[in-house]
């Protein structure tokens, strides 16, 4: 996720001097200050989903909606599984609810995807933090971090079991596209295949600039001058055609037994 507003990202573009002032301002300012305060959660044994580590995973216009969700959905004897926790940010919230009734299975490498290099080489720091926030958040008896691929993963999870599979792993198209492909098996007929990051629909960007850049992680849109995700634009149409249910970038779709079918949300 990148927390650069688009309008300073504007000035960085135009202007090098800008680009190095504001990293240099993140640098001596701005990190030290989201560091001392995962520290300080930490050492009170709170959880942390602020910015440092890039903790924050969550869009709060999403989160309502993701919550209002999983509580339509929640039921005894419950299996949700996510792909992509990082400091589990979404993994407390799915948690929270299915808490006493089921089980969260978590699928994370902890090492960040290969199109966002500023998740990288943290996997030590990151998992820590994450087993940190589900313990503080009650939820060892609920959650279950399976640290591995998702690729690798999905010839080992057993199809038709789950009630619920969120994928927020790679934004890639590549590796998008193909966790689709894998993991709409592993839903139940009558359960929920959800994910993040649709911003803007197929039919309202710039698809040619899409597709050219559809394995990078987020864009400028060329024709609504909005941030996206292309990668998740793209496969999700190729996947569900332009017959998605979306609200505020978080989208869901259930499993019939004549196919795909958008919900309320």
Known sequence: ???????????????????KIYHLYKKIIVMPIYKLNLKLNMLLGKPY???ALY????????????????????????????????AGHSTVLWGSVVKG??????????????NTPQLRNKDKEILD???????????????IPIRGTSDALANVLQNNYFDFVYVD????????????????????????????????YPNEVDIDNAIKHCEEDFILDTKTKKYFHPGICTATH?????????????WAMRKTRTGWKKIKL
């Open 101 to 114: 009734r089921g089980k969260v299975f978590c699928i994370d490498t902890w090492g960040g995807a290969g």
């Open 238 to 250: 190729e996947i569900f055609k332009d017959n998605i249910s979306m609200k505020n970038g978080f």
């Open 1 to 19: 996720m990148n927390f650069i507003s688009p309008s300073i990202r504007e000035t960085m573009k135009k202007n090098e001097n800008a680009t």
């Open 55 to 86: 903790a924050n995973q969550c869009w709060k216009e999403r989160y309502p909606v993701m919550e209002k969700l999983i509580k339509e959905e929640i039921k005894d004897n419950f299996n949700l599984l996510e792909i992509g926790s990082w």
């Open 169 to 200: 792993g790679d934004h890639s198209y590549s590796q998008f596209k193909k966790d689709l492909l894998n993991y709409t098996k592993k839903v139940k007929l009558g359960g929920i295949i959800a994910g993040d990051d649709l911003e803007l």
């Open 129 to 143: 933090l994450f087993n940190h926030n589900i313990k503080t958040s009650g939820l060892n008896n609920t959650v």
């Open 49 to 51: 989903f602020g910015r």
